[in-house]
């Protein structure tokens, strides 16, 4: 009687040791069921090289890596809009220190607009309060808007 059905169990290595040294004393002197499971391995031999294939199709990594240089490309160039406003500030710095006589007059020229304002301002407000009320308002709302604005841009380029 050739144990058959527990030929494939022995090619799987599920059977226990006694099982598996009585179906390896029978394949010893029964040849057709060598011959079976032979015809069982090339089988199972011939099915996983069909998984593999399926599993991974030719070019298959070829086209994972494209993809993943194809998202990191377009990652450096998002990460490339937070160097505007470095590349920004490098330029006013550099502009600064390049028309520095200039700046210096022109804050000059500043300071003398601000303190005429510091004396103009509160005599202004006291003779115009709802046209003053009405400013500061309307410049704390642009204020608001810009910087939340602001927020959402960096909340974005960061993501
Ligand atoms: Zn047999």
Avoid at 48 to 53: G, K, P, R, V, Y
Avoid at 71 to 86: D, F, M
Wanted: overall charge negative.
């Amino acid at each position: 009687m050739c144990p058959e059905e527990q030929l494939s169990a022995y090619m799987d290595e599920e059977l226990n040791e006694e099982e598996r040294l009585e179906i390896e004393s029978h394949l010893a002197h029964c040849q057709s069921c060598r011959l079976l499971l032979n015809e069982f391995m090339e089988l199972k031999q011939s099915f996983s090289a069909e998984m593999f294939a399926l599993a991974e199709p030719a070019g298959f990594e070829n086209r994972v890596m494209q993809a993943v240089a194809h998202e990191s490309k377009i990652r450096n160039l998002g990460k490339l809009w937070l160097l505007v406003p470095l590349l920004a500030a490098v330029v006013v710095i550099l502009l600064t220190i390049a028309a520095w006589p200039v700046a210096v007059h022109f804050m000059n020229g500043a300071l003398v607009i601000g303190k005429a304002l510091l004396f103009t301002i509160p005599h202004a407000v006291s003779s115009m309060p709802v046209v003053a009320g009405v400013t500061v308002a309307l410049s704390l709302t642009v204020l608001v808007v810009s910087l939340l604005s602001l927020r959402r841009l960096l909340r974005s380029a960061t993501v």
